[in-house]
């Protein structure tokens, strides 16, 4: 059975950049057809979804981060990493990573709180 964990900073200053890491267990993130994406909440409100990487190593991203965000992979590590630049207070929420081969997606994560504060 597959299974992801959420690791990172929980506390992040505003304006700089921070790294949230998803390791997938028992599955290969270069499965055929599967991809694997960053969703957030922030506390009160609903779910937004962030971005994702494909079995192919292909990305895609919601337009409204797209300029300040990026996600890369460890194949070796079955890892997949989420990157955030230039956060602000409203990037404070819990973030989640998922997977699976379409929505909703087979495959969550617990989720790990990022709160971006002075």
């Known amino acids: 059975q597959v299974q992801l964990q959420e690791s990172g900073p929980g506390l992040v200053k505003p304006s700089q950049t921070f790294s949230l890491t998803c390791t997938v267990s028992?599955?290969?993130?270069?499965?055929?057809?599967?991809?694997w994406s960053w969703i957030r909440q922030p506390p009160g409100k609903g779910l937004e979804w962030i971005g994702a990487?494909?079995?192919?190593?292909?990305?895609d991203y919601n337009p409204s981060l797209i300029s300040r965000t990026s996600i890369s992979r460890d194949t070796s590590k079955n890892q997949f990493i989420l990157h955030l630049d230039s956060v602000t207070p409203e990037d404070t929420a819990m973030y989640y990573c998922a997977g699976g081969t379409g929505g909703p997606q087979n495959y969550w994560g617990q989720g790990t709180q990022v709160t971006v504060s002075s």
């Open positions: 028992a599955g290969s993130i270069t499965a055929n057809n599967h991809y």
């Open positions: 990487v494909t079995a192919r190593g292909s990305t």
